[in-house]
């Protein structure tokens, strides 16, 4: 039987895929691959109707797997509505039963005893999404919102202006520790340069905190099929295939400037300072005029989420109609 499991709170472009990728080299413990089953059914849920009712539970939960089918990360394993049923846990039927039950499903197909879960979009959320589910410990894991914004960047799917890129993470994480703090669960910190610079270190500190014995094969993630797997399906995780990347630590000193990254840092003072981090230092910067450039996406990076993304769009379409009355 799996037990309630680990619930893993970070911003985007953060490091949360490679901590799951070394959280999961513990034979323990599996964190799932990300999947929009909260982002998706917290929306819709209204529309099956009483979940009571075995037939309007069986339909959300045949709609889920058709969902994770076309995951825009690979599934290690497939995961049927049956299953998911089977799974639940006794969380209660709707959106935190279906997330509870696929994530601790794919943990259990793995061999593990705890599963884990990465949150890191719709901070604002993040409050509501721990009061209904059942995680018994929490790591909030932060980036130098100076990479981060890089990292932004270099994706190319992020339009937005570096200020408002920095606004959003600032947020991010008032709303993160806010939702933390208020659900009294326990918690361990831990920041992406630690994880990369002191690896085992940092994650022995993890395996304390959930009461695990050492792990030694951490730094072996890349190795593993299911990392190489979404390393190719988009540049954005080509890391899982590589060992760790040291030089992604401090990347605005050779990629930006000092002056454009002095006034994101009077935007940023108090988190900065909130997380530990130091301002930036003139002589460090490898140029005055070096600014990141975005990435122009190829055809491959606009299409490998479209399958996902129409069978999202298709259920969204058939719960509006269901509450219509149309059918």
């Given at each position: 039987m799996v037990r309630p499991g680990v619930l893993l709170v970070c911003s985007e472009r953060s490091g949360s895929n490679l901590l799951k990728a070394m959280l999961n080299q513990h034979e323990a413990l599996f964190v799932g691959p990300p999947m929009p089953l909260y982002e998706c059914f917290s929306a819709i849920e209204e529309s099956y109707g009483?979940?009571?009712?075995?037939?309007?539970?069986?339909?959300?939960?045949?709609?889920?797997a058709e969902l994770i089918a076309v995951n825009h990360q690979p599934v290690p394993y497939s995961i049927s509505a049956m299953e998911m049923c089977e799974?639940?846990?006794?969380?209660?039927?709707?959106?935190?039963?279906?997330?509870?039950?696929?994530?601790?499903?794919?943990?259990?197909?793995?061999?593990?005893?705890?599963?884990?879960y990465k949150y890191s979009t719709n901070m604002l959320n993040l409050r509501r999404f721990i009061e209904a589910t059942e995680f018994t410990h929490i790591i909030y894991q932060v980036r130098d919102p100076r990479d981060v914004l890089i990292s932004h960047l270099h994706t190319g799917f992020n339009q937005k202006s570096p200020r408002e890129i920095a606004s959003t993470w600032q947020n991010e994480q008032l709303y993160a520790m806010d939702a933390i703090k208020a659900s009294g669960l326990p918690l361990v910190s831990i920041s992406y340069e630690d994880l990369v610079l002191k690896p085992r270190e940092t994650m022995n500190a993890i395996w304390q905190f959930l009461e695990l014995s050492p792990c030694n094969s951490v730094e072996d993630y890349y190795q593993e099929d299911v990392n190489r797997q979404a390393a190719g399906k988009s540049h954005m995780w080509q890391n899982l295939s590589q060992p760790l990347q040291q030089q992604n630590v401090g990347r605005y000193y050779r990629e930006w400037n000092f002056f454009a990254v002095k006034r994101l840092e009077w935007q940023l003072a108090e988190a900065l300072d909130n997380h530990g981090y130091e301002k930036s230092r003139f002589k460090k910067f490898d140029s005055l005029f070096r600014k990141p450039s975005r990435k122009v996406l190829s055809e491959a990076d606009r299409s490998f989420q479209l399958p996902q993304k129409a069978k999202w769009e298709s259920l969204v379409a058939e719960a509006d109609r269901r509450m219509r009355g149309d059918g």
């Open positions: 009483d979940l009571s009712i075995e037939e309007n539970w069986q339909k959300m939960l045949g709609d889920a799974a639940e846990h006794g969380a209660r039927r709707g959106w935190p039963g279906l997330v509870c039950a696929a994530y601790s499903l794919l943990a259990e197909k793995s061999g593990a005893q705890i599963y884990g």
